[in-house]
């Protein structure tokens, strides 16, 4: 069995995600439906039945965090020495040489991965042109809007 690789502070924030879920959410939950179930026939209690599909898609979303975290490969981040090249965790500060536009990613696990912000996966085809690269190198990727051309203004490793 392979090991998805995940940032420390992604499983941290998955494992927070986890806790939450399992002390505030699935609590809640099981008052939510014992409140529903007092209040008489079941077939046509709609808050019931809201309830329990919520208690469904918290328990998969529980089983789901459980799973990935057991199988995922932990990497500390701050530990790693790679120089200036691009690896797994490095943040990238990329100039759009097209636009001249500025842009910051960091490359993290599938696991982890938001682009909203700014975490790309590393199997992302940006994150595979990015990797052992330097500082200063420049590279193109094709995306779904076509080729895109960036320079490498900066790497490091928070």
């Known amino acids: 069995m392979s090991r998805a690789p995940i940032t420390k502070t992604g499983s941290e924030r998955l494992r927070a995600e986890l806790e939450r879920l399992k002390s505030v959410e ?15 026939d079941l077939k046509e209690n709609a ?3 809201a309830a329990r599909e919520l208690q469904s898609f918290t328990e998969g979303r529980i ?3 459980e799973a990935l975290l057991s199988t995922a490969e932990v990497i ?15 943040t990238v500060d990329l100039e759009d040489e097209d636009s001249g536009t500025l842009v910051t990613y960091q490359i993290v696990g599938d696991l982890e ?4 912000q700014r975490l790309i996966a590393v199997s992302s085809p940006i994150a595979r042109a990015l990797i052992g690269k330097s500082a200063g190198d420049s590279f193109e990727f094709t995306a779904p809007n076509g080729v895109k051309h960036y320079e490498i203004i900066d790497v490091r490793y928070e």
């Open 76 to 90: 500390d981040v701050a530990r790693l020495n790679p120089g200036n090249r691009v690896v797994f965790g490095a």
């Open 113 to 116: 991965a938001d682009i909203k």
């Open 47 to 49: 808050e019931y039945h």
């Open 63 to 65: 089983a789901q965090l």
């Open 26 to 40: 699935r609590p809640r939950i099981i008052a939510a439906i014992a409140e529903a179930r007092a209040h008489g």
